[in-house]
């Protein structure tokens, strides 16, 4: 979790979008609004509020943003270089099967977008949740030399689709609280940044190649 909180801003542009994504991807991206800046998105939907310079209006404007955006189908693509919440998992030497795990936080600015709402936080106050696990078969002329790789060279890309619900909160360590927003991620498309190789699918709460 502490590379994950210490990623940068997630960079979202939605003309990265593959052409030849998995079709069933593609119909829940196709019906989606792309998002311009998570982190513009996170601070308007939390709306911090606290202080004595806050704009007055701040708490009904971050109120109308929820309003508008809750239950609103949203799209993001979160690059190579920030996507440091995949990483390797498992991989099977007899059948050539790898796992990729995906821990659902996502960061931008002083907040974060989540799958569900954290509970709890670690030793060093980080939220803790439970990874997202999908898997893939090791295309012709890889191994688990190349597969691991690509993640620690940062060559793995990913593209989300979702849908906000609430704000969360929990205590921050030393004092204070962090915030996030949480939202029903419907699906997880993940590729080799460079070629575009499909490399694994979270459809609808479930590994897309289990289905």
């Not at 936080?121 to 939220?127: I, V």
């Not at 609280?177 to 080799?192: D, L, N, P, Q």
Request: with cysteine.
């Amino acid at each position: 979790m502490n590379r994950i909180l210490l990623a940068a801003a997630l960079f979202l542009a939605p003309a990265l979008a593959l052409a030849d994504a998995d079709p069933r991807f593609a119909k829940l991206r196709d019906e989606a609004e792309p998002l311009g800046g998570l982190g513009t998105f996170l601070d308007k939907f939390v709306g911090a509020c606290d202080g004595p310079f806050v704009d007055s209006q701040c708490k009904a404007n971050a109120e109308a943003f929820r309003k508008k955006y809750q239950g609103k189908r949203l799209y993001m693509i979160v690059t190579e270089d920030d996507a440091t919440m995949l990483t390797p998992g498992p991989y099977s030497l007899g059948t050539g099967e790898y796992s990729i795990n995906i821990t659902p936080f996502f960061p931008a600015g002083s907040s974060a977008l989540t799958h569900g709402a954290p509970k709890k936080t670690d030793g060093n106050g980080n939220p803790i949740l439970p990874y997202l696990t999908v898997t893939g078969d090791m295309p012709a002329g890889w191994n688990l030399q190349m597969f691991n790789r690509l993640f620690s060279s940062r060559s793995v890309r990913a593209q989300i689709v979702f849908t906000p619900q609430s704000v969360w909160t929990l205590p921050k360590k030393g004092g204070g609280k962090s915030h996030g927003v949480t939202a029903r991620i419907e699906a997880i498309f993940i590729t080799e940044a460079r070629s575009g190789q499909t490399m694994g699918l979270w459809l609808n709460g479930k590994d897309a190649k289990k289905r």
